[in-house]
């Protein structure tokens, strides 16, 4: 009976956590491409234009997605799945995905003139050589590890970042400090006018909130807010209180509320917002400008080598690509 719970918290958890833990560089990797069957080198993974990327980067990669989730769901995620999908297939999509993106971003930093600058070209090198001193020989015999193909990886990664770079910083783009603020609240809610007004009265009568709110929703009477998560009603209400005070009753969604503001803008949090919803909009400009050029793009792809990989089979390296490439690049 343990192990079953233990094995529904693990499904309900991968089920939460994939869409957003997509190790390292998530910005850059959601696009879509064009596969086409051709011959390859031993080592070649993927060609598209006059780049071709290798097994290795994509085994390196696959190390870390390996042990980021191993690290939150244990060795026995990789008999799990996601819908129809294994939770094997799903980290490699999600990796062949990223590869791609980076290649076909490179593509285009080519067309731009996008190049890397001198102190760039010298954190490769660097980023490089410390990654290449930190693997075993065991390590590099088996990813097929050369200094030199390790410069490419992390200057294919450089020269992408700096494309997005590049481009997002030349766009006007702007996010209002009112419209990212976070606030904190705790709420009363009823599923009659008549339950709602006799909490309403008892708070008249000077009783806490938090125990009247406790008493109608024990489960949840206090969250945290951001615009366009709530019920239109519900947010606007909230929004336009001021710390302390007290709405009237409002009806959202079929229920009735009493909203008790406790903070109207928690400051660090307001500004994480902002900078995630900046974030978050500077990505959608510039996919409206890399997309078109993406979808031109023709990969082609060595299906037979990239089936016979398993993430689960895939060797654990100390060190991780992501953290080398952001002490050095980013």
Known sequence: MRKQRKMRLIALLITA???????????FFNGKLIYISTGFGKDDLFKTGNYTATLMEAKILLSDAKTEYEALFGSDIWQQSIGDVSF???????????????????????????????????????AADEYYSSLTE???????VTKEKLVNMFTRFA?????YNDMTESMDIEVSYDEARVITIQYICA???EDIEAAKKRLDNNEIFYVVARDYNPDEYERECRRGELDESFEEAAYNLASGEVSGIIEAGGKYYIIKCSSD???SKTEANRTAILERRML????????PFEAKQFVEFNSKKWNKIKTSSVGTISVKFEEIYNSYLN
């Open 191 to 193: 599923d009659t006018m």
């Open 17 to 27: 956590v994939a869409a957003l833990l997509i190790f390292g560089y998530i910005r």
């Open 88 to 126: 094997d297939d799903f980290v490699k999509d999600q990796v062949k995905t990223k590869l791609e993106r980076v290649y076909c971003m490179n593509a285009m930093a080519d067309k731009n003139g996008v190049v890397l600058s001198r102190s760039q070209r010298d954190a490769v090198e660097d």
């Open 265 to 267: 803008n928690d400051k």
């Open 159 to 163: 020269v992408a970042q700096t494309l």
């Open 138 to 144: 065991a390590q590099i015999k088996e990813l097929n």
């Open 284 to 291: 959608e400009a510039f996919n409206q400008e890399f997309e």
